[in-house]
C-alpha cells in the first residue's frame, strides 16, 4: 500500500524514533485519533446545539451523528482501515454496511440517553460523554469485523 501523509510524518527527524512502535499499531493509533476528532466534534456540536437551539437531546443527538458519521466514514476508509474497493458497487456496499454499524449505535447511544437525560434527569454532560465512549468502542470493532474486513481477507 502506498504510503499516507501519516507514514509520511514518521519518516521526519523529530518522529523517526517512534516509527517502530507506529508502524505496528497504525490502524489502532488512526482510529485514535479520527474517533478522538469525531468525538469532540460530536461533543461541541451537541453542546452548541442544546445551548443555542434548544430542541431537545434525541433530535440534537441525530444531527450531531449524521455529521459526524460522514466525516468517520472517509477517515476510516482512507486511514484507519485502508477500505480501498474497485468497483462503485463495492463502495456503497461497504458505505451501507458502515452506515448500519453506526445506526445501531446511534440507537444504542439514543437509548442511553433517553434513560438517563430524559426518564432519570441525570447532568446532560456526563451522560452523553459516557454514551459516546461505550459507542466509540462498538464502532470499531463493526468497523474492524464488519465494514473493512475485505482489507484482511487479501
Not at 504510503?3 to 517502530?20: N, Q, S
Not at 444531527?63 to 462503485?88: D, P
Request: hydrophobic residues 55%; proline residues 3%.
Amino acid at each position: 500500500m502506498k504510503e499516507d501523509i501519516f507514514d509520511r510524518m514518521m519518516h521526519l527527524p523529530l518522529l523517526r524514533i517512534f516509527e517502530p512502535f507506529y508502524r505496528k499499531h497504525k490502524e489502532v493509533l488512526m482510529y485514535l485519533l479520527f474517533g478522538g476528532i469525531a468525538f469532540f466534534l460530536n461533543i461541541f456540536l451537541f453542546l452548541a446545539i442544546d445551548r443555542f437551539l434548544p430542541i431537545g437531546e434525541l433530535i440534537n443527538n441525530i444531527i450531531c451523528w449524521v455529521v459526524c458519521v460522514l466525516f468517520q466514514f472517509f477517515t476510516n476508509r482512507t486511514w484507519v482501515f485502508e477500505g480501498h474497493v474497485e468497483s462503485m458497487s463495492a463502495f456503497l456496499g461497504q458505505m451501507g454496511s458502515f452506515f448500519g454499524g453506526r445506526i445501531f449505535t446511534l440507537a444504542v447511544e439514543e437509548i442511553l440517553l433517553a434513560v438517563f437525560i430524559t426518564w432519570l434527569a441525570f447532568p446532560t454532560t456526563p451522560v452523553k460523554l459516557a454514551a459516546q465512549v461505550v459507542v466509540i468502542v462498538f464502532n470499531y470493532f463493526i468497523s474492524k469485523l464488519v465494514v473493512f474486513r475485505e482489507k484482511e481477507e487479501k
